[in-house]
Antibody, heavy 117, light 107 residues
Framework: EVQLVESGGGLVQPGGSLRLSCAAS????????MSWVRQAPGKGLEWVAN????????YYVDSVKGRFTISRDNAKNSLYLQMNSLRAEDTAVYYC??????????WGQGTLVTVSS | DIQMTQSPSSLSASVGDRVTITCRAS??????LGWYQQKPGKAPKRLIY???SLQSGVPSRFSGSGSGTEFTLTISSLQPEDFATYYC?????????FGQGTRLEIK
């Protein structure tokens, strides 16, 4: 069974940094693209970023370019999202998901990031 | 960037009703579209991929159709567990984009 478990969320001040992690199991992690999707409280879904199997290709939504970095460690079956220069509008539940052609499925349970002073 | 316009934003229906949700893409996306269901406090779950293919384990009362710019999700006979929020997602070109969501409520 595919399992994706996010961690690393929490409260951070505006301008601060946070690193999210996603531990994957139940499938051959190194064979799949992986992605991050977020959902602000009470709002809809927003695709954030994805990364190719070997990390050689990465894509980002414009609103996070230059501030967020997606990465992975295939030896540890783990996906990461380094978030810098955080803003109030980055407050959201962040989901990691296995990705095929840009379509996330399945998803983890999510981790909440709150950016507030 | 491709924009997805989903309608209606909310919908009240009764158990046993047939309901249809629509997504329109700002430009053609072939059949690179999925439909997701999200229940409160839970992660989204994909119901339909490639516009009309049923995800494994999803009940057959869910169906999808369309290609190009117009897409529909149909639930043939609503069940109590279907009351949730539904999203479409285009993944034809970067960045992938979700529709605004349709909240399906019990009448």
């Amino acid at each position: 069974e595919v399992q994706l478990v996010e961690s690393g969320g929490g409260l951070v001040q505006p301008g601060g940094s946070l690193r999210l992690s996603c531990a994957a199991s139940g499938f051959t992690f190194s064979s799949y693209w992986m992605s991050w999707v977020r959902q602000a409280p009470g709002k809809g879904l927003e695709w954030v970023a994805n990364i190719k199997q070997d990390g050689s290709e990465k894509y980002y939504v414009d609103s996070v370019k230059g501030r967020f970095t997606i990465s992975r460690d295939n030896a540890k079956n783990s996906l990461y999202l380094q978030m810098n220069s955080l803003r109030a509008e980055d407050t959201a539940v962040y989901y990691c998901a296995r990705d095929k052609y840009g379509a996330p499925q399945p998803w983890g349970q999510g981790t909440l990031v709150t950016v507030s002073s | 960037d491709i924009q997805m316009t989903q309608s209606p934003s909310s919908l009240s229906a009764s158990v046993g009703d047939r309901v249809t949700i629509t997504c329109r893409a700002s430009q053609g996306i072939r059949n690179d579209l999925g439909w997701y269901q999200q229940k409160p406090g839970k992660a989204p779950k994909r119901l339909i991929y490639a516009a009309s293919s049923l995800q494994s384990g999803v009940p057959s009362r869910f169906s999808g159709s369309g290609s190009g710019t117009e897409f529909t999700l149909t639930i043939s006979s609503l069940q109590p567990e279907d009351f949730a929020t539904y999203y479409c997602l285009q993944h034809n070109s970067y960045p992938p984009a979700f529709g605004q969501g349709t909240r399906l409520e019990i009448k």
